[in-house]
């Protein structure tokens, strides 16, 4: 199994994790706090900016995701880490989607 590199700009922290493991749970495991809310993917309270590294290195967002994306009228290169899954590659977090 190829394992995923998820970086965390903020605190310059990274960690290695299963394809399938969301970007909030890589978090948890980085040590890295990230406020959340309903962890559905509809709050949007854990909007990132999100570079990948392939393209596809995330999941597609799913109905929800893309949902409270569009409603925060968030673009591509922003992601909810508790709906992003990682696929393959690199993912680095950049950042509040809001903030940034």
Do not use: I, W, Y
Request: net charge negative.
């Amino acid at each position: 199994m190829n394992l995923v590199e998820v970086h965390f700009a903020g605190p310059d922290k990274f960690v290695l994790v299963a394809p399938g493991t969301t970007l909030l749970a890589a978090a948890g495991l980085a040590g890295v706090e990230v406020m959340t809310g309903c962890r559905r993917g509809m709050c949007g309270t854990d909007a990132a900016k999100v570079h990948c590294a392939p393209a596809d290195a995330l999941e597609p967002p799913g109905d929800h995701e893309q949902g409270t994306l569009a409603r925060m009228g968030l673009g591509d290169e922003s992601r909810l880490l508790c709906s992003a899954r990682v696929v393959k590659g690199r993912v680095e977090v950049r950042g509040d989607a809001l903030l940034a």
